[in-house]
């Protein structure tokens, strides 16, 4: 009973801070896409609204900050 309790609450290994990392990577990638996607718009000569594209663009550079700072934690704990 206790291996089973065990094996469902304890501890994970290091390279579940993987999912950390490749996280980090897929929203680094958002933000970069929105990034280009906006000046794509500018270019076009589009008129921009200053808070939507402060939402948009600080959303996945902060999702970005947050699972690589995590991952490093993971990281940094399990040494």
């Given amino acids: 009973m206790n291996n089973i309790i065990q094996s469902l609450f304890g ?3 290091a390279t579940y801070c993987n999912y ?3 996280l980090s990577i897929f929203f680094f990638a958002i933000f970069c896409f ?3 996607n ?3 718009t500018l270019f076009d000569g589009k008129k ?3 808070q939507g594209v402060l939402i948009v663009l ?3 550079l902060l999702m970005y900050f947050i699972n ?3 991952f490093s934690m993971c990281v940094g704990s399990l040494r």
Avoid: I
Wanted: zero cysteines.
């Fill in 11 to 13: 501890p994970l290994d």
């Fill in 58 to 60: 600080l959303q996945p």
């Fill in 48 to 50: 921009l609204d200053v």
């Fill in 34 to 36: 929105s990034a280009l």
């Fill in 68 to 70: 690589r700072l995590y």
């Fill in 38 to 40: 906006l000046l794509k």
């Fill in 20 to 22: 950390f990392y490749y």
